[in-house]
C-alpha cells in the first residue's frame, strides 16, 4: 500500500458556464467538490492507473475555501480519472485485497457513473488528492 489519497468526485465547468466569473478570461476551468472520500493507502493497481492519469486542468478550493489550487499539499499536480477508468482499477484492488474501505465507493462512483450519463450531463470527474 502506498501513501494517504483521498478521491474528490467534482462536477467540472468552464468559465463559460458560471455566471459570476469574468466572462473575458474563459481559460479556467474549475471543479465543484460533490464530495471526498478518504481511501487512505491503496495498492498497485490504483498506483499504475495514478502514474498513467493526467493532471487534472480544473481548479478546486483548498481547505480555506478560498484558495484555487491544482496541487495537493506534497506538491505534487492533482490526477484526473473518469469514473469509467477508475472503477474497474478499484474492482480488481478489491478482489485482490478485500479493502474495507472500497466496496462503499465503488457503489458510489457506481451510481454517480449512472447519473454522470444523464443529469449530470458527462461533467464528472474523480481528482486524485495525496495528504
Known amino acids: 500500500m502506498g501513501y494517504e489519497c483521498k478521491l474528490y468526485i467534482v ?3 468552464g468559465d463559460s458556464e458560471c455566471p459570476l466569473l ?3 478570461t474563459k481559460t479556467k476551468t474549475y471543479a465543484r ?3 471526498s472520500y478518504d481511501l487512505s493507502k491503496m495498492g498497485d493497481h490504483y498506483h499504475d492507473l495514478l502514474n498513467k492519469a493526467p493532471k487534472t486542468k480544473s481548479y ?4 480555506d475555501g478560498d484558495t484555487e489550487t491544482l496541487k495537493d499539499p506534497y506538491g505534487d499536480e492533482l490526477r484526473e480519472f473518469t469514473l469509467a477508468e477508475l472503477i474497474p482499477v478499484l474492482e480488481k ?3 485482490e485485497n478485500h479493502y474495507r474501505r472500497l466496496p462503499p465507493i465503488i457503489a458510489m462512483l457506481k451510481e454517480f ?5 444523464g ?3 458527462g461533467h464528472l470527474r474523480v481528482l486524485h488528492y495525496g495528504h
Open 11 to 13: 462536477d467540472t465547468y
Open 22 to 24: 469574468d466572462m473575458k
Open 113 to 117: 457513473e449512472r447519473l454522470n450519463k
Open 60 to 63: 478546486i478550493y483548498a481547505k
Open 119 to 121: 443529469e449530470w450531463g
Open 33 to 35: 467538490e460533490i464530495t
Open 93 to 95: 484492488e478489491q478482489a
